[in-house]
């Protein structure tokens, strides 16, 4: 379900329209004058809400679980529904949700801005600190002594905590900042995830209807970017040190006092626990789990779906322990050798 501070919900609409919106039949016994308030993930969905399931194994039993009123699931999956859930079988599940979602909240883009530099509506704490031609959106709070370089953009309904330090030409957009937060220079907050309906006749945007939650004490580096969730929430866990020109996709969840340095990229829907170390250049593959404590060398990569047990070093792609990869240097190394003595007699 969408913040309302930052998405207007253009529902309800009948379980009719809905159907007539994805072009596929009422599904037989179900009433079309039935209300469909929103949108919500299958985990926290109720029984005025559409969800949607992939069909994907691992998902089987979150929807048969779920809470939801209504559910798009691929037709002819065989997954039994809970009781009282209308099932709408589509062909594809994601086309299927991105033309619904922008039903519901048609204005899922770029942030609205006013006419004015400063919203009336807006609310400036004791002690703020805005630099030159700084834009701050309607609702926006910010919060007592918090300073605001030049040429920074505050998005509508943004939160931002005490004591912050926001620099030049940020932009912050469906976000909730917290307290002693450093953003540097140039980084991109709250943007649009990288989400796409994709075919061969091409690729239509999935509307992107979370928000970017920065928790107590957080740096982020110059021009460094966090994706706002697709539907739930992208979060930054508090203390956590971000480095320059770092990727955070959309979804993606990482712990407390995490260092990630720069150049390094982690893909949508990841999570990562407490006191992970990504050294410069890593990577992380998306719905991918991280242990706390694990530290992953340079240019190490971890693939996507995959679990990595806390408290371990890792390097190489794919991202293994580290001993266990520099045997395999050590006996690759050994072994070119030998090819390149073998070509010299």
């Not at 309800?12 to 009433?31: C, E, S, T, W």
């Not at 007592?144 to 330090?165: E, F, K």
């Not at 140039?186 to 649009?192: D, L, R, S, V, Y």
């Not at 107590?216 to 966090?226: F, K």
Request: charged share 20%; glycine share 14%; aromatic share 6%.
């Amino acid at each position: 379900m969408a913040d309302p501070r930052f998405a207007r919900n253009h529902g309800p609409f009948p379980l009719a329209i809905v159907a007539a919106k994805l072009n596929i039949p009422l599904p037989p016994g179900a009433d079309g004058a039935a209300l469909v308030a929103d949108l919500a993930s299958m985990d926290g969905a109720g029984p005025q809400q559409l969800a949607f399931f992939s069909g994907a194994r691992d998902q089987k039993d979150i929807f048969r679980a779920c809470q939801a009123g209504f559910c798009l699931v691929p037709a002819g999956d065989d997954t039994p529904a809970p009781d009282g859930m209308v099932r709408l079988e589509v062909e594809s599940v994601p086309h299927a949700w991105a033309a619904i979602a922008a039903a519901f909240y048609p204005d899922h883009g770029q942030a609205l801005w006013s006419g004015q530099a400063i919203a009336a509506s807006a609310r400036i704490g004791e002690g703020v600190s805005l630099a030159p031609n700084v834009v701050v959106g309607e609702g926006a709070d910010i919060g007592a002594r918090t300073r605001i370089g030049p040429g920074a953009a505050i998005g509508p309904g943004v939160a931002i905590g005490r004591d912050c330090d926001i620099g030049a030409n940020v932009t912050i957009t469906n976000a909730y900042v917290g307290d002693g937060v450093v953003i540097l220079p140039g980084a991109q907050i709250g943007q649009p995830g990288f989400g796409f309906a994709s075919s061969a006749a091409g690729h239509i945007k999935t509307p992107q209807l979370g928000r970017v939650i920065v928790q107590d004490r957080v740096e982020i580096g110059a021009c460094t970017t966090i994706d706002r969730g697709a539907l739930g929430d992208t979060v930054i866990g508090e203390g956590t040190k971000i480095d320059n020109l770092v990727q955070i996709g959309h979804n993606v969840r990482i712990g407390r006092n995490c260092f990630i340095i720069a150049l390094a990229g982690i893909a949508g829907s990841s999570e990562l626990g407490d006191g992970v170390i990504m050294a410069g250049q890593s990577g992380v593959g998306d719905h991918t789990r991280i242990g706390d404590g694990a530290r992953f060398a340079a240019r190490a990569g971890a693939p996507s779906n995959t679990d990595y047990e806390g408290g371990v070093d890792y390097g190489g792609m794919p991202a293994k322990p580290v001993r266990e990869w520099v045997r395999e240097m050590h006996a690759l190394k050994m072994m070119l050798r030998r090819q390149d003595k073998e070509k010299r007699k």
